[in-house]
């Protein structure tokens, strides 16, 4: 199995059509389906349901698309660290962040205008980990308190979470929320990895908060849908409200509840283990936030 067939492969299943993989990869659509097929007679079963031109992926197809993703973005890391080792420079600045969303993308993209060469690989769901290591990370945006206390953070911002409702629903006439409202609704919430869900989920734990009947989510896209489409009703954290409001058939409530606000921390790799750009780029994020940089950072 060669590496340019896992790449064939991973465009065909986003297209999902044969010639526009084949454009998109600049190759003709023959030589595409040929090293398709040569990857499903070494696998030994199809890999998609043909309808058509129309490609989907099938059991095998989705399990193998894990696997190669995985494969093609250790590969990916493999040749970024041999770049590294001929030149001496490394682009990369890996972030991993809870939450943080508009302003984490404002403070990159005003970066990447100074320095257009900057690489960065951004990692939304640390949440989801177990054992976070700020050794994975140049920067790291996380909550304060719980797994993360051994990290020597600044902080950053308080995130607050409102409550997405459709607008035709009752609750869509409320000035604030009040979670006892809340008793006997659908809710929907996003999860992190296999276990972990997100935050207002263990405070709604903590209030013995009865629901209708609790959905889950792995994507903010999905959650939005699924509260667009009337089946829930679902908490937003504030940095991520206008992706909701985006979609002029959500209302986005307050929760003037303070339990449903928390403190968010940022912290950098220590000096040594830093490259130059990222410790570039940890200065401009200081003085970006309005930070002080006085004190040892984690």
Do not use: W
């Not at 991993?96 to 690489?119: I, M, S």
């Not at 997405?164 to 869509?172: D, K, M």
């Amino acid at each position: 199995m060669q590496m340019s067939q896992l790449r064939y492969f991973a465009a065909i299943a986003q297209l999902e059509n044969m010639s526009q993989a084949a454009e998109l990869l600049h190759m003709s659509q023959s030589s595409l389906s040929k090293n398709l097929a040569r990857l499903e007679a070494e696998v030994g079963m199809p890999l998609f349901e043909r309808n058509g031109r129309k490609l989907k992926l099938n059991a095998a197809g989705t399990r193998l698309l894990e696997y190669s993703s995985m494969t093609l973005r250790e590969l990916e890391y493999a040749l970024a660290d041999m770049r590294l080792l001929s030149t001496g420079t490394d682009a990369r600045i890996k972030i991993g962040a809870a939450g943080a969303g508009a302003r984490l993308t404002a403070c990159v993209a005003a970066f990447h205008q100074e320095h257009p060469e900057a690489e960065f690989d951004i990692s939304g769901g640390i949440e989801g980990l177990e054992h976070p290591d700020i050794n994975d990370f140049d920067m790291l945006i996380y909550p304060a308190g719980s797994k993360y206390r051994k990290f020597n953070g600044f902080p950053l911002y308080e995130e607050r979470y409102l409550l997405a409702v459709p607008g035709t629903h009752p609750l869509a006439r409320c000035a604030a929320l009040q979670v006892k409202a809340l008793e006997g609704e659908q809710v929907v919430f996003l999860r992190e990895g296999r276990s972990f869900v997100e935050y207002p989920f263990q405070i709604c734990g903590a209030l013995a908060q009865r629901f209708g009947g609790t959905c889950y989510a792995d994507s903010r896209d999905l959650h939005r849908q699924m509260i667009a489409s009337g089946v829930c009703v679902g908490f937003v954290p504030e940095d991520s409200a206008a992706f909701y409001r985006a979609d002029r058939s959500l209302r986005l409530i307050p929760i003037p509840d303070h339990r449903f606000t928390r403190q968010m921390m940022v912290c950098f790799r220590r000096e040594k283990h830093l490259s130059s750009l990222a410790r570039t780029f940890r200065d401009f994020a200081m003085a970006y936030f309005g930070l002080s940089v006085s004190s040892e950072r984690q």
